[in-house]
């Protein structure tokens, strides 16, 4: 079955510590986004790729970096700029530019030890 | 400023009690509106996608409607297993920032038996 798959479910970081989220899609989709979710808030996006080797921000990339080198992988890495990273991470794909849904991943939480 | 405003922040039905769940939008320009539904510590789950004023789709209890200015998610005879977040979000435009999503808060729906 086509789908996104993030992993790992839940993440724990150390003080000053880098951590990296993984998300892989095979719905053969160009477009990939991460989004943050917070409690009683809408999803806030991160960063957005429209093509391969190709990536812009999103409102609130501060503290966060991604990679697009493949077609289906999009990970994110949440560096130790980040000061408030406790939240619910979810990445999603669609066709592309056109007004197509964007398919979610079942999410990954992380958490400050 | 586009925005994306969904209310009631909370919903309370009794099984089988119809109810209506509200998007209102304000954009420069819509090319297309989704309705997603959530459920705890999992991704959003696509529902529908309206694209006109109108325009009306249906999914078993669920009906979306779209005019000029809002969209109603119509709940018919809820269940219990209907609970869950729904969330909207609409796309402005085509290319670039204007093709990402712009997500309201979400509904969140609780039907009791």
């Known amino acids: 079955d086509g789908g996104i798959t993030q992993s790992p479910k839940y993440l724990f970081r150390k003080e000053g510590q880098n951590v990296t989220l993984s998300c892989e899609q095979n719905l053969n989709h160009d477009a990939m986004y991460w989004y943050r979710q917070d409690p009683g808030q809408g999803l806030r996006l991160i960063y957005y790729?429209?093509?391969?080797?190709?990536?812009q921000k999103g409102d609130i990339a501060e503290g966060y970096s991604v990679s697009r080198e493949k077609k289906e992988s999009f990970p994110l890495t949440v560096t130790s700029a980040q000061k408030n990273p406790t939240a619910f991470y979810l990445c999603?794909?669609?066709?592309?530019?056109?007004?197509?849904?964007?398919?979610f991943g079942d999410g990954t939480r992380l958490s400050i030890l | 400023e586009d925005q994306v405003t969904q209310s009631p922040e909370a919903l309370r039905l009794q099984e089988g009690e119809s109810s209506s769940l509200n998007c209102s939008y304000t954009?420069?320009?819509?090319?297309?509106l989704f309705w997603y539904r959530q459920d705890p510590g999992k991704g959003p789950e696509f529902l529908f996608t309206?694209?006109?004023a109108g325009e009306e789709k249906e999914k078993e209890r669920l009906k979306a409607t779209l005019t000029k200015k809002e969209s109603f998610l119509h709940i018919t005879a809820p269940k219990p297993e209907d609970s869950a977040t729904y969330l909207c979000?609409?796309?402005?435009?085509?290319?670039?920032?204007?093709?990402?999503?712009?997500f309201g808060k979400g509904t969140k729906l609780s039907v009791k038996p």
């Open positions: 979000a609409v796309q402005v435009g085509y290319g670039g920032s204007q093709g990402n999503l712009i």
């Open positions: 309206l694209y006109s």
């Open positions: 999603a794909s669609s066709i592309g530019d056109r007004p197509q849904p964007q398919h």
């Open positions: 954009v420069s320009g819509l090319r297309g």
């Open positions: 790729s429209q093509i391969v080797n190709d990536f």
